[in-house]
């Protein structure tokens, strides 16, 4: 780019009162699609889906024709039948071409002011005459251009976040989680009556779950906590007769630096009285129907429902990817008479088990650094070595296990996994609680790895919802294997917590809760030994008649990703922190000073300087 074209880009937010001209010598069909969009069809579509640019002038106009906006049109909106129509533009300038011809951008697409016309824009049949052009305001050299094709730096992106969010595919991810957003609350407001009820931010701690945020008081030694999810007020909510909430709640969990988490995040928050597990989940599927853009494609249901024994018997996991095969099988029995040391060592402990998966096309397409990688996994993660298993060509086997094994047991082995020429057996042995979270990690690197060689595998356009069922209700603290901690939450009915899955992320979770005082109680004092006295209010509660209730949070951040194919769920929030948790372009968290910190009789303990005291 030339320092010339730089300093005209300088040139924003124009305002461009200008006569369409339509070019009679060419003629085609101009499909209503958003710049960088596949064509899309309006016929049969509700309003809301439309695109920006397929949208009547009438939008830019309120009641009894007053103006809402100073535009008359976006820049993506014009097309060959506004031929003769005088319009008003507003935007950024995207080109400026020998200082007379302007390529006009906004959130919808391009539009070419006095311009020769350029056909591959959705705008390109027709050309903008300017009457009057004025600049509203200049900008400094930009960090970086607007450009979808530019790659930049994820740190670059959110120190300069306003620009970043003028890119189309931004643009997009908002706009999409916006019109999901209003559809789901037509879906429950008016469909199902539910009410939209805001709940505190300020609370108190919570006992069980993840770590909350601390917020100080005027009152010494006394905080309130930012609440990690709702759950306590919707409860209180179905005891006061709401009998049906939602609201899109923001939530606050201190988690640290964890890869694609944030410290701040917003989940669908919805709580029934009266209810069982199925109601629920047929409340969310029919939530999701209705809400779900038609251009994603259309949603099958019921969805599919499996236990979380299921889930953990065949995948190693309780959100198990089901776009792909490759299941665990338990090959235990092949080895019932086997003199292998580590594998008799395995069978004869509590719960041991020798499990495998069989990664088609694996002993073809893997190189030794792949199948090292795959080891270093669990030995790192997990802590257990992993045989690994070729069936060459000639359907002999390349393996440290092969000179150990009979061909009665080479027959059984490779019947039981369904093996061919060319595929990869992944065996491991140990307990039952190692070895399929063992192997269910495995399976997802498998996918990655035949996907980076090539392998259609899990294809990013499909979406595979999945209910999990019947989680146990307490799982051993993974600190503390020798006391317990609730599965999902400690307000949880045994066996009445459901999670469902989209392609392998977690999407939502809920369960029907305790409504009983006394059961409420013995769950926290007897079983997870928590202070009951941080709980006296919903006790209270729940001791006053509360009715039957449950629900469910769905994770609005997550869910949008997983429907735009975002990488990275900072790509559909608007304003995201750092997985540090850091806010890069204001430089949030910043420093108190002692003088703002004496109202609230907090002093700061700095750590020491790294070296001091040695």
């Known amino acids: 780019m030339t320092s010339r074209t730089t300093a005209c880009l300088r040139a924003l937010v124009l305002r461009a009162h200008a006569c369409s001209r339509h070019h009679h010598h060419h003629h085609r069909t101009i499909s209503t699609s958003v710049q960088g969009h596949p064509p899309t069809t309006t016929t049969n579509i509700p309003e809301c889906y439309l695109p920006a640019n397929s949208r009547p002038a009438s939008s830019h106009t309120g009641p009894c024709g007053r103006v809402v906006s100073l535009r008359s049109h976006t820049c993506g909106e014009l097309r060959c039948e506004h031929a003769g129509v005088k319009v008003a533009l507003y935007g950024w300038v995207q080109y400026?071409?020998?200082?007379?011809?302007?390529?006009?951008?906004?959130?919808?697409?391009?539009?070419?002011?006095?311009?020769?016309?350029?056909?591959?824009?959705?705008?390109?049949?027709?050309?903008?005459?300017?009457?009057?052009?004025?600049?509203?305001?200049?900008?400094?050299?930009?960090?970086?251009?607007?450009?979808?094709?530019?790659?930049?730096?994820?740190?670059?992106?959110?120190?300069?976040?306003?620009?970043?969010?003028?890119?189309?595919?931004?643009?997009?991810?908002?706009?999409?989680?916006?019109?999901?957003?209003?559809?789901?609350?037509?879906?429950?407001?008016?469909?199902?009556?539910?009410?939209?009820?805001?709940?505190?931010?300020?609370?108190?701690?919570?006992?069980?779950?993840?770590?909350?945020?601390?917020?100080?008081?005027?009152?010494?030694?006394?905080?309130?906590?930012?609440?990690?999810?709702?759950?306590?007020?919707?409860?209180?909510?179905?005891?006061?007769?709401?009998?049906?909430?939602?609201?899109?709640?923001?939530?606050?969990?201190?988690?640290?630096?964890?890869?694609?988490?944030?410290?701040?995040?917003?989940?669908?928050?919805?709580?029934?009285?009266?209810?069982?597990?199925?109601?629920?989940?047929?409340?969310?599927?029919?939530?999701?129907?209705?809400?779900?853009?038609?251009?994603?494609?259309?949603?099958?249901?019921?969805?599919?429902?499996?236990?979380?024994?299921?889930?953990?018997?065949?995948?190693?996991?309780?959100?198990?990817?089901?776009?792909?095969?490759?299941?665990?099988?338990?090959?235990?029995?092949?080895?019932?008479?086997?003199?292998?040391?580590?594998?008799?060592?395995?069978?004869?402990?509590?719960?041991?088990?020798?499990?495998?998966?069989?990664?088609?096309?694996?002993?073809?397409?893997?190189?030794?650094?792949?199948?090292?990688?795959?080891?270093?996994?669990?030995?790192?993660?997990?802590?257990?070595?992993?045989?690994?298993?070729?069936?060459?060509?000639?359907?002999?086997?390349?393996?440290?296990?092969?000179?150990?094994?009979?061909?009665?047991?080479?027959?059984?082995?490779?019947?039981?996994?369904?093996?061919?020429?060319?595929?990869?057996?992944?065996?491991?042995?140990?307990?039952?609680?190692?070895?399929?979270?063992?192997?269910?990690?495995?399976?997802?690197?498998?996918?990655?790895l035949l996907e980076a060689r090539g392998v259609a595998l899990r294809d990013p356009a499909e979406f595979h919802f999945l209910w999990v069922v019947d989680f146990p209700l307490f799982l051993p603290k993974e600190e503390d294997p020798g006391a317990l901690e609730s599965a999902h939450h400690p307000f949880t009915v045994r066996g009445q917590h459901y999670d469902l899955v989209l392609n392998g992320c977690e999407v939502g979770g809920g369960s029907i809760r305790i409504h009983k005082a006394s059961e409420q109680l013995h769950v926290l004092k007897n079983i997870l030994k928590e202070d009951d006295s941080l709980l006296s209010h919903l006790l209270e509660a729940l001791d006053s008649g509360a009715p039957p209730h449950g629900g469910i949070a769905l994770g609005l951040d997550r869910l949008v990703s997983l429907m735009v194919g975002a990488p990275s769920i900072r790509d559909v929030i608007a304003f995201p922190k750092s997985f540090r948790g850091h806010d890069l372009m204001s430089q949030a968290p910043d420093y108190v000073s002692e003088e703002d910190l004496k109202p609230y009789h907090i002093s700061v303990t700095w750590p020491p300087a790294e070296g001091e005291g040695k």
């Open 96 to 448: 400026l071409r020998q200082d007379v011809f302007v390529v006009l951008r906004d959130h919808s697409g391009l539009t070419q002011v006095v311009i020769s016309r350029d056909d591959n824009m959705p705008t390109g049949g027709i050309e903008v005459l300017a009457e009057n052009l004025e600049v509203l305001n200049a900008c400094r050299k930009l960090p970086f251009e607007i450009k979808d094709f530019l790659k930049k730096s994820e740190s670059l992106r959110m120190r300069y976040r306003y620009l970043d969010l003028r890119s189309s595919q931004m643009q997009r991810n908002l706009r999409l989680r916006s019109r999901l957003s209003m559809r789901m609350r037509e879906y429950l407001c008016n469909d199902h009556d539910f009410v939209d009820v805001e709940t505190p931010t300020l609370f108190k701690r919570t006992p069980g779950g993840a770590k909350e945020f601390v917020v100080p008081s005027r009152e010494p030694g006394r905080f309130y906590s930012l609440p990690q999810s709702p759950q306590q007020f919707k409860q209180l909510l179905m005891v006061a007769g709401v009998d049906r909430y939602f609201q899109f709640a923001r939530c606050y969990r201190d988690e640290g630096s964890k890869p694609d988490r944030q410290p701040e995040f917003t989940q669908v928050d919805i709580e029934m009285s009266f209810v069982e597990q199925t109601g629920v989940m047929a409340l969310v599927e029919g939530l999701l129907q209705y809400s779900w853009p038609p251009e994603l494609g259309t949603l099958s249901w019921p969805f599919p429902c499996i236990t979380y024994a299921e889930a953990m018997r065949d995948y190693g996991s309780d959100k198990p990817d089901t776009r792909f095969h490759m299941k665990l099988v338990d090959i235990s029995e092949v080895f019932l008479n086997t003199e292998m040391e580590f594998l008799k060592s395995a069978l004869s402990q509590s719960e041991g088990s020798i499990q495998a998966i069989c990664v088609p096309g694996g002993g073809t397409l893997f190189k030794a650094k792949d199948l090292e990688a795959l080891k270093e996994t669990a030995r790192t993660v997990f802590g257990q070595e992993l045989s690994v298993v070729v069936l060459r060509a000639d359907g002999s086997l390349k393996s440290a296990l092969s000179k150990h094994l009979s061909p009665a047991d080479t027959e059984g082995l490779l019947g039981k996994m369904g093996a061919r020429p060319g595929d990869l057996l992944l065996v491991s042995a140990c307990s039952l609680h190692t070895v399929r979270p063992l192997l269910g990690k495995l399976r997802l690197q498998c996918a990655g």
